[in-house]
């Protein structure tokens, strides 16, 4: 029975209530009164009501404070490394930045974003109006990144001079995938690429550790090329597609440089000295009706040039000899290749499928073209183009 004296102690009418009932039924045991039975049944319903609804408000404050938290770790970190280096030779610069994505992502949103690279001739640079990071607050591992707005990338060449890259993407989206501390996978997608003398309906690169061998494989793609100006000679139509995929080997110089620990160069010049090498699986350029498709091996030679040899295979291409002459007088790499590539059209047998099969020789910083039954002794190959240091 609730008395006065359990009420003082704090101790509920229906509590008490409840508290009889059950003594009733674990040391009576008679038949329960129908009000005991009643009196039970609203306890549980309430129990079963307002418990869930209690869980779930607790959840929610918890990820409401864990979000919060971590976003604000994230603020700080970024404000730390705004102007300085994030990873061996990397910069990173903002004007302004906002965290959003409440409750389950991370969303870091930057105005006048900059990424600077440190290199042989002066920094890389990548500026973009706008530039936004995602991640899921439970996944740290795997980020896609968006840019909007013009974009420039400027560097300085050989002989000192500045250059730049200006394009607009009607959509700039990228992915990147850390393992072990390390970034086991990146790609890039791009859409609708304009640029003054240049334009791409898609353009795509990917890079990953290669799961099966010590190896870093590469793809690069390009759809639906258009050229402006004098670029446009001898490809009035563009290009169909453009693509080559291949397999950079090994991979162990390019460990600390994943893991933002080493400077880039220095992994290229210990893989160039342990013998790496970019074998290419398959690389292919289409425009109007003419296919070439090649595979091969490059490596680096001691000025950081390109070294090596791929073999092409021409179809369809009865239009070169037209398409070489249709290209300005002005000394231009690609009038020399279409020159020679018609010369050989003409003097040199299809093989039993109807392609004209071919080598380009990459050596001393020099660029040939040459009959591929030819490619051991370099006998008719003609220089088409200078090939200048990577780094």
Partial sequence: MCTPANVGLGIGDEFCSVLENVIWAAFIRGPRPLKVVNELMSFSHRFFLYGPFSLFVALAAAVMIYWWHAADALSQRLDAENGREIASGVHMQFASKRIAGFPFRLDAVFSDFTITVDSTRGPIVWHANAFASHRLTYDSDKVVMEAAGPQEISWTDEDGKARNFRFTPGALRASAIIDDGKLARFDLDIISLSADKFAAGRAQFHIRRDPAFDALDLVADLQAVRFAGDAAAGFPDGLSRARIEGRLAPAGPFAKVLAGQADWRQALDGWRAGGGGFRVDEAAVFWGKCEATSS????????????????????????????????????RAHRAVLTVLADLARREPADKNGTLPLTVVFKDGLLFVGPGKAAGENVGFEPVGFLHALY
């Fill in 296 to 331: 091969g091996a490059l490596t680096l030679d001691d000025a950081h040039r390109f070294a090596g040899s791929l073999s092409f295979s021409l179809a369809d291409c009865d239009a070169l000899e037209k398409e070489a002459a249709s290209v300005s007088e002005h000394p």
